[in-house]
């Protein structure tokens, strides 16, 4: 299962974004899809993540500036960002579980990042 992350880029403080990711390849079904992040000199953590049903969990932090959303028909998940904020520079990370269609197992994919970089 391949992920293609898109969407970062140079934005000022205080501006907003939208990522997206779309997941491709031999998928039945997706179970959670999720944004991590890890800025330099950090570990990754958690921003967002959102199950088939619809649940969220936040980063407590983020939550009123971040919303995770997906579009189930096209196995995609978006993460729109507002007031962002020199302290959000980092690459972010998609990432998708589910299971397979052709072999009945399971998977848990990350894409390639992209860089989100706020500038003060």
């Known amino acids: 299962v391949q992920l293609q992350a898109s969407g970062g880029g140079l934005v000022q403080d205080g501006g907003s974004l939208r990522l997206s990711c779309v997941a491709s390849?031999?998928?039945?079904?997706?179970?959670?899809m999720g944004w991590y992040r890890q800025a330099p000199g950090k570990q990754r953590e958690l921003v967002a993540v959102?199950?088939?049903?619809?649940?969220?969990n936040y980063q407590t932090s983020l939550k009123g500036r971040f919303t995770i959303s997906t579009d189930n028909t096209q196995n995609t998940v978006y993460l729109q960002m507002n007031s962002l904020n020199p302290e959000d520079t980092a690459v972010y990370y998609c990432?998708?579980?589910?299971?397979?269609?052709?072999?009945?197992?399971?998977?848990?994919?990350w894409g390639q990042g992209t860089l989100v970089t706020v500038s003060s």
């Open positions: 959102i199950t088939k049903a619809g649940n969220t």
């Open positions: 390849g031999d998928i039945f079904r997706i179970n959670i």
């Open positions: 990432n998708v579980q589910g299971r397979r269609a052709e072999i009945r197992s399971d998977f848990d994919s």
